[in-house]
Every structure is written in structure tokens, then in C-alpha cells.
């Protein structure tokens, strides 16, 4: 007599093996995420620096772009003249920062003087307004623009050295480059 | 056989025609000796370094007139425009991100790059691009004079370094231009000086205005549109007329060229005075084309100012 067994109707197999192919997809994209994740944000800046993309109000990214571009200017009108240009003449130049402008009211009125100690020049801008923008210092060495930020009234030490503007609460602005997401 | 004698010259045409056309585009894309061929991929880009160059070099848009950057796909042609090219001007920071992988499909994989960019600080992507902790970044750098100066002078540098013999004519005529589009800035805060608010509250439909009215010590509150050209659904519409009431929004500043019929919506349920900016992304190539339309938005931004003055 010919006995045969049929397997009653259902999909435990199937379903076991689904789960089981659905538990390898998981625990393989847990592994590559794991394994490819982004690193962690960057180690926090330095307490004398601040990010011009994060850090500043808006007030302070327009004046801080404006002394970037001030400063390439600076160094042409000082090696055509000779010496450098003081914030008066820069004003008549137009030039924003210094010109005495509305939008120069608009982020915090700054009263700007300046300081030529050997080789490197520095102009102060004292803010009228610390709520709207920082006072502010631009410093050119021959090599490139450092600008510094204090949220007060005040003029920075003389001479403005690092140690001195960092031990008076002064902070260097840094920006970063970030090349597009989808390059 | 008179047949076959008439068409022989036919042939030779042909031929010559065929050895002409495969000719052209090789003598074409050849720089001629001395004179750079610079390629750039947006309009103020194209300004820029016309300006800056003179006729020492030849600029090449490798885009043509008339695409939207913001939805642009590379096609071949202009891929192959990018072999007979000696350097690359690019935005770099979002604009023209379809370069990269045209520059490495071209004839010209190595080619050097320069990264406009580079000196400016950025400012975090607005709306709904603004993700990832402001590590997307705005890349509207061109619609602002001082980010513009600072790109000018970058590519300025860049270029006289590839092209020595003239990098001092370079560098002369950037800081000419710089000096012009410095002026374009001072003009319009001279007529506000006679007339206007020195603060707005500020919406904007694309979020591609921040550096220029950081220029001014403006804030935008609010940015309508999701993505360029993207209208935004009922509810998004809801919600930002609601946050416009909220934050007691005096101007929305739209755009020229993208007329879209949610704007007078947004108009209709606020009351709010509409203003249009440029993106400077339309018409033809030409040297002069970022100033006539910075000029235009800062005329733009001084009659916003002086109507909301109380």
C-alpha cells in the first residue's frame, strides 16, 4: 500500500526563509552603516576662535566678509602708496566696511581708528551697537587678514597681539571652505 | 559614363566637405598660441572673468545661454567644449556641482580648477536646503558685490598663476572691476542715505538672497519656496503665511524670470509689498551683464527700503 504524506496547506517554510533573508538585509545594511558612517562633527574650535557660518549674527557675517575684501584692498593702496591708508581715506575710497554709510549704521555703527606697529597694520572698529555686531579688528601682516571680534564697546589692547586680544576675551573669526554636496 | 564623370566632382566635394567637417570642431577647439581658453558654467562667472582677463584670454560658458543652472543635465556637446579648455572657473559650492562630472567624462580629466569660492565665507543653506548643521551651504556667493570682489580676486590670483605672462594685467584689471561693482553697492546706499529704513523684516520665495542682504544688515525671516522652481504644497503655503503673520514680514522679495501664481497668493493673504530679484541666470553671456543686473537688484533692495520707511 502507497502512503503519502502531503504537507497541509501554508507557508511556514517560506515564511522562514523571507524572515530569514529579511534578517540578513538588516543585520548587512546595520554592519555597512556602521561601518560607513559619517564621522562625528568636528572637534569643537578653540575658545579664542568662532565660525563665521555658525557664530556670528547676521550684522557680523556682512562687516566680516567686507574686512576680508577691505584687506586685499588695503594691501594694493598701501604698496602703490607706500604706506597704509588710514580709515578716513578708505571711507573716501567708499570702501564698506569704513564708509560711513547707512548699512554701516544698520550693523552696529562702528567708529573705526588705526595702528601701524612695523610691518603690520591694524585698523579697530569700535561698535556702537554690540546687540547688532561685535566690536571688531582687522590685522594685516603682509600675509594674509586676521579679523578679531569682541561682543562689546571696546577697543582692543595695544598692540593688538594674539595673547593680549585672547586674554582680553577677543576671538579670531575662521571660515571654511565646504565644496558642494552633490559634486 | 557621363553620369559617372558628373558626379566624380560631387564625390570630391563630399569628401572635402566630410575632412572640412571633422576639421572644424579640432581647429576650433585648439587654443590658438598664447591665448588661454578659460571655461566658466554660470552668468556672473562669465562677468567675472571677461572682466578680468580683457582680451588676453578667451572666455568659454560650457553651458549655453538660455539652460537653468538649477536643472541643468550635461550633454555631450558640452562636454566636449571642456577639452579645449586650459583652466575651469567654478561656483563649487552647489551651483554647477554637474561640472565635476563632466570635467572627469571629457577629453580633459585633469584639468585645473578654480574653486571661486575659495576665500568667501559661506553662509548655511536657507529653507529647506538648510540641513546637516550648515554644512550645506548657500551657494547664491555670486549675489552679493562684496563676495563677488572676493571671488574676482581669487580667480584673479588662480588664473595669473596658470597664465604668468598675464597675471599682472590680471590682477590690474580685477581690482578695476572690483572697484566698479564697489561703486554699483555705494550708488545705491547713497540714495537710501536721502531716503529709507536701515531695517526690514525680509521674506524671500528663493532662498538665494542672504549674502546680498547681508550687505545691507538684513536678515531674511522666511524662505517660501522648498527648492528653486519648487512650489510649495497647500499646507507649506498655510504654514509660511502663518509664520509671515507671525513675524510681522514688511517685504517678500520674488524672482524675475519665475513667475509663480502662489506668489500673489501669498500677497493677496498678507498684504506684504512684493519686490523681484535677479538671479542673474538668464540671457546671454556678456561681460557687463553682472553689473547691469546688480545694479537692477540694488535699485531693487534701496526702493524696498525707502516704500517701508515709516
Do not use: C
Amino acid at each position: 500500500m502507497h502512503h503519502q504524506i502531503v504537507r497541509r496547506a501554508g507557508a511556514e517554510r517560506e515564511t522562514l526563509w523571507v524572515l530569514l533573508a529579511a534578517g540578513v538585509i538588516l543585520a548587512s545594511a546595520t554592519l555597512a552603516v556602521g561601518l560607513r558612517a559619517a564621522p562625528d562633527a568636528e572637534a569643537p574650535l578653540a575658545a579664542h576662535l568662532i565660525d563665521s557660518r555658525t557664530g556670528l549674527t547676521a550684522a557680523e557675517q556682512g562687516l566680516y566678509a567686507d574686512l576680508k575684501a577691505a584687506g586685499e584692498e588695503i594691501v594694493a593702496l598701501r604698496t602703490a602708496a607706500g604706506r597704509a591708508p588710514t580709515p578716513e581715506e578708505l571711507a573716501a575710497e567708499a570702501l564698506p566696511p569704513f564708509a560711513a554709510d547707512p548699512s554701516a549704521a544698520a550693523r552696529g555703527g562702528h567708529t573705526w581708528t588705526f595702528a601701524e606697529t612695523g610691518h603690520e597694520i591694524a585698523y579697530a572698529g569700535v561698535s556702537a551697537a554690540p546687540e547688532l555686531a561685535g566690536s571688531l579688528v582687522l590685522r594685516l601682516d603682509g600675509h594674509g587678514a586676521d579679523i578679531w571680534l569682541k561682543r562689546a564697546a571696546e577697543a582692543p589692547p595695544a598692540p593688538p597681539e594674539d595673547a593680549a586680544l585672547s586674554a582680553a576675551g577677543w576671538k579670531r573669526i575662521v571660515s571654511t571652505f565646504t565644496a558642494g554636496v552633490n559634486r | 559614363m557621363s553620369l559617372f564623370s558628373n558626379r566624380r566632382p560631387n564625390r570630391r566635394l563630399i569628401l572635402a566637405g566630410a575632412l572640412a567637417a571633422v576639421a572644424l570642431p579640432v581647429r576650433a577647439v585648439a587654443a590658438p598660441a598664447g591665448r588661454r581658453r578659460f571655461g566658466v558654467t554660470l552668468h556672473p562667472y562669465y562677468s567675472y572673468v571677461a572682466n578680468i582677463v580683457g582680451d588676453a584670454a578667451e572666455v568659454v560658458p560650457i553651458i549655453p545661454a538660455g539652460f537653468n543652472p538649477h536643472a541643468y543635465e550635461p550633454r555631450p556637446e558640452d562636454i566636449q567644449r571642456i577639452g579645449g579648455l586650459d583652466a575651469i572657473v567654478l561656483n563649487g559650492i552647489g551651483h554647477d556641482d554637474f561640472a565635476g562630472r563632466m570635467i572627469a567624462a571629457s577629453a580633459k580629466p585633469a584639468l585645473p580648477v578654480v574653486e571661486a569660492n575659495a576665500d568667501v565665507p559661506l553662509l548655511p543653506a536657507a529653507g529647506m536646503a538648510a540641513r546637516a548643521a550648515g554644512k550645506v551651504v548657500n551657494p547664491h556667493s555670486f549675489l552679493s558685490i562684496t563676495n563677488s570682489v572676493l571671488q574676482v580676486a581669487t580667480i584673479a590670483r588662480e588664473l595669473g598663476r596658470l597664465d604668468p605672462d598675464n597675471a599682472a594685467a590680471y590682477a590690474a584689471n580685477a581690482r578695476a572691476y572690483s572697484r566698479r561693482l564697489r561703486q554699483l553697492r555705494a550708488d545705491a546706499l547713497a540714495k537710501l542715505a536721502t531716503a529709507g529704513t536701515a531695517s526690514l523684516r525680509v521674506a524671500t520665495i528663493h532662498g538665494a538672497y542672504d549674502y546680498l542682504l547681508r550687505e545691507f544688515g538684513l536678515e531674511v525671516s522666511a524662505v517660501v519656496e522648498p527648492a528653486h522652481g519648487i512650489e510649495p504644497s497647500p499646507a507649506q503655503l498655510a504654514e509660511t503665511i502663518a509664520t509671515m503673520r507671525k513675524l510681522d514680514v514688511q517685504v517678500i522679495f520674488s524672482e524675475l524670470n519665475f513667475p509663480s501664481a502662489y506668489v500673489e497668493t501669498i500677497r493677496r493673504e498678507t498684504g506684504i509689498r512684493l519686490y523681484a530679484f535677479s538671479h542673474i541666470s538668464h540671457g546671454d553671456y556678456a561681460p557687463d551683464l553682472f553689473e547691469r543686473e546688480m545694479a537692477r537688484n540694488l535699485d531693487t533692495l534701496v526702493l524696498a527700503m525707502a516704500e517701508a520707511a515709516p
